[in-house]
Every structure is written in structure tokens, then in C-alpha cells.
């Protein structure tokens, strides 16, 4: 048995190139989804036993090139490769690279350890163990249903980060098992004394069986396991771009930021510490954090560690289990930190992906789905990036129905309660002058859910609803003339008889001089109308079922008799009189007059919330017109 590099023979069958869809993967950024993936099988391995959060450390370092075992076989390999296919210009090209990079005097190599895990089972033997399927499986994974990783090839993003596609893996496990086995993973080429072409992945291993290597592996003179349980993998020719410190720690925060703060993950990268104890100096470090991440991540910190300012709710879908809810508003002065979405976190602790644009309001929003039922249906459709959930992965038709119902009716409860606490805040800031404006929070995933044959409104397994406890708006129907309300108690009539009274509105006639004709206060009067300019408002959605909403603002104005009136804005600019059927004025019940506006008097300074129901049965853009009648 000798310790060598075998490119095993394919069979005469069928030929790998470079760009397979295991590597094409995780080429888009690759730095990014190194850090991703090997954080996510770090704390996927964590040891039952162990005290402490799973640490994982990225060293780089360089070697010199004899250093590497039998480095002259990977080149010979890699001629092979070139000469195989030079007639092939893209992989020809590639292959040149590799060979310019693997003749170099000093490689560069970076070595990623983890602690407290449980190493990779199997390293002695054995088909079905964590090592067998590292090593020799592609798309093959035993992984749990609240895993972070589950798809079996995130092991590749570390072979696209290697100029010549090279790795060792080396394990100490809980049973001190010891073990290592290096990994080659190139193209098929032509074989010394016959036709037949490799694999086109090759193994450093005990013998043709390509088994590992009992002991330990280390390239790093400064580094010593120790014994210690846990997985060292080296990426030798190790691609580091100049930003690839602030490449790895800024994904490792956007994705893992809540492992770190609830004590479950810790990071070295070099000599940088990121811990839930130094982490705050991390966070606001922009010469370590990539400006295109720096909003969300220091976002997600504040919604994780700003316990007094943050809104929290607990979503119950029963038998499936929770989801948590954080959020949080910003204010003028830091409203460039709201992201106005959604992060979406699953156990354990992994952001999956953003869900944006819940809100124009300036605020940002995290939800964390719980160790549950729930975590492990959206797992099981997850993209093998782990960046998305993608329905039509299930192929039975009744149940990706069903799982699209269960998904939709959660993104619902996230808006329900966001739209809510930020109807009912007083720390809401007004900015545009004359209009507010909602844009929907809807992603293109749930707009085509509402076009597939089939979809369940509600799904089998019902969620209990979570509503703000400051929603105090009680649905109150004005009559023709405004004289009485009539309080609703049953929903569904409440909007059949809406819809009627929307084919029932009338208009107002206009006369000239700025003055108009109007039954306002009973009979016709001719009054003086001023639209009191200058003030700046807010509309928000609060329930888009019930067509309620919020308008907020500070008046300028001392007025005994002021009106208020919405409107809709269509693509093109033109405007609709939106109906309110109800509303409520700082929480006392307002009066409606003709469902056209809303009467009520104002102090200058005071701080104004509007609650009503309308007849918008779809989110809208808005102008808000506030006149006194004197």
C-alpha cells in the first residue's frame, strides 16, 4: 500500500470537463460561498457534549511548493488534462492556468479548522458515514431535517477557491478516529498505455481503493490539532484576492450573524475574532465589512442585541411549530440602516434569504423559524445554495399547493404584524411633502403562487394569528349623510356590504373662485375651501384584507374644522377618490362625512394618527390632501 495520487479510469464511459454544475455552482462568488458553506457543516457537526459555541478558523499561509504530497504527480496530471483537450479553446485556456499557478515556488494555501464538532465519522471505514459521502459522494448527504446543509455538494465551493482544483481533508472524531485523504478533482484525460481516460478526479490515498490515510495531515507549521475532535480542510493554491478577509467575514455576518450573537458560533478569520462578545466593533468596521453587505448586517445586529427598541411576536402554526418575529424602526437621522425587508433564518441559525420591500416605512424585520416541522419543510426545498426556497422542487402537485399555502400564510403574519406595530408606533417620522406612498411587499415567488391551478387559500394545517395588541381601529360604517355609525361584528358581511357602497358613491361638483358647492354639513352651503399645504404624511397598510389603513402625520395648524382626503394614483399619474367607510382619530372614533372624507380639529404640533377602512381592495399609491373650511 503507498501513499500516492491515482486518477482513476472512467471505463470507457463518460467524459467530466472543468465546468461541471457541481463547481458552476458556487463560481459566481466563490469566497462568499466558501464561508457559507463550511460555517454551515461546522455547526451541523457540533458535539452534543460540547461547552462552548463551535469555533472555526480560516488561516492563511503559503508552503513551498515541494511541500505539497507528490505535487510533480498533480502537475503531470494536469499536462495530461492539456494535452487531452487542446483542441478545446475554454478548457485548454484554464488548464494553462493551473499550470502557471502549481510550478510557482511558494503556494498559497488557506486552512479551515472547526472545534467543538464531532469530526467526520467514518474515516476508518464504512459506505454511509459523513466521510464517505465528503469524499467520494456527489449529491449524496445524511443529513438532518434542521441541518444547515443537506444537498451534498457544498463540499465543491472549496475546489472552486484552488487555482489547481486541490484539497486535503484531514479528521480527529469523537471515537479518535484519525484520518486524511487529499482530493484532486480536474478533467478526464488520456491514460499512459491506453485509450481509456481518467475520471477526471483524483485521490491521495493508502491504496487503489482510494482509502484515507490513518493519522493526522497538517501544511500549516503554525497551526497543531492536538488530538482535538473536529475537521481541518487545506485549499492548496489558495485564490485570495486582496478583499478576501472582508469577502469571508462580511457573508459569515449576513448569514450567521444570530449563531454568533446567541453564543452558538465563533470566528477567527487571520488574526480577526468574531465573537458575540467583540462584535459590535466588527459590525460598524467598514474597512472589514463589504459596503454592499454593511445595511443588513448591521441591522440584523441591532434587531438581535437592541432588546428594549424591537418589536417581538411569536407566530404559531400549531402542530408545525414557531417562528419568532423581530422588528425594529428607524428614525430620520438613521433611516439609511432599514433595510425595509424581511431576513428569513431558519434553525440553526442560517439566513436563507431576504424577503424585501415589506414596507416603504424605515425599518427592518427578522424572522427565525424555530427547530420545528415547519423548518423542515421549507429545508426540504431549498436550492443546494441554501439562498432560496423553490416550490415547484416538489413534484406532487396537491402538496407544493399546500406548502406554497403554508409559506404565503406565513409571509401574511410577518405582514400583518409589521404593518400593524408600525400603524400604532408614535415614533413615526414624516417626510414627503403632500403624499405617502405603498409600495407592496410581494416577491415574485408569491406573485406566481396566485397563478398556479390548485393553490390552497388556506392551508391543511392552520396557523394560529398573531395580532398586534395595539390595533384599536373598530370597524364603524357612516351612514349616507354622515349623521350615524352602525358597528360591524361579522367580517364577511362587513365587506360584501363595503362592495356595495362602493357602486353607490357619488362625486362633488366644483364652482370656481376656489370655492365649491357641498352637502357637507347638511343642505348646500357655499364654502371657502384652503388645502393646508406644507404638511408631510405617511400611508401605510394595516390589514389588506379588512382595506385598512393608517395615515400619520405633525400638523402645522390650529384648526377646529379640518378635512381629510385620500386618493389613489394609478400607473399614469391619475387620481381616484379612495372611499373610507371608517376610522378612528388617535384612537377615538372619527366621523365620516359622505365616505369621501374625514372631519376632525387639530393643534399645531400634535402628533396625528388616522385609522380607516376603505374601499381599496388592492395596496395603492396615495396623495393626501388636508383642507380646513372656513
Known sequence: MDNTWRFPGNGYTQDQGLDTSDMETFKKDPIASLARELCQNSIDARMKTAKGPVRIEFKSFSIKREEIPQVNLIEKQILACRETWENNQKISDQLEKMVEQIKKEKISCLRISDFNTKGLVGVSGGDNTPWHYMIHGSGLSNKSATSGGSKGIGKFATFVTSYFHTVFYSTVTEAKEKGYQGICKLCSAKQEGTTEKTIGIGYFGSSIKNEPISGEFNLDKGFKRGG?????????????????????????????????????????????????????????NESLINKSSRRSIISQYLLLTDTEHRFEDTIDFKELGKAKLYLMEFNSENEHLATNGCVMIRYPLMKIRDIEKITTLPCSAMCIIEDNKLNAILRSIENPQHTNWEFNRIEEDAKRAEVRGIYKQLLDEIRNLISGHLASSDSFQTEVAGAGNFIPGMDDEEKNADLQKGILDTPSITTKKVKSSDLKLKAYVADEEGDEEIEVEDEEEFLKELEGHQRASGGISKSGNGERKDNLFGGTHKIKV??????????????????????????DFEEKDAMLELYALDDSGTKSQVLIMAGTINGQQAQIINRKRIKFSMRKNQKIKIEMITDQTELFSSEVRVYAYR
Open 530 to 555: 384652503s388645502e393646508l399645504k406644507g404638511m408631510s404624511y405617511r400611508l401605510m397598510c394595516i390589514n389588506k384584507k379588512l382595506r385598512m389603513y393608517a395615515v400619520v402625520f405633525t400638523s
Open 228 to 284: 482535538k475532535t473536529g475537521t481541518d480542510i487545506f485549499i492548496l493554491g489558495f485564490k485570495n484576492p486582496s478583499s478576501w478577509k472582508a469577502d469571508i467575514i462580511s457573508k459569515i455576518l449576513e448569514s450567521f450573524i444570530s449563531a454568533i450573537i446567541f453564543g452558538d458560533l465563533e470566528i477567527i478569520v487571520d488574526d480577526i475574532n468574531l465573537n458575540k462578545e467583540n462584535l459590535k466593533n466588527i459590525v460598524y
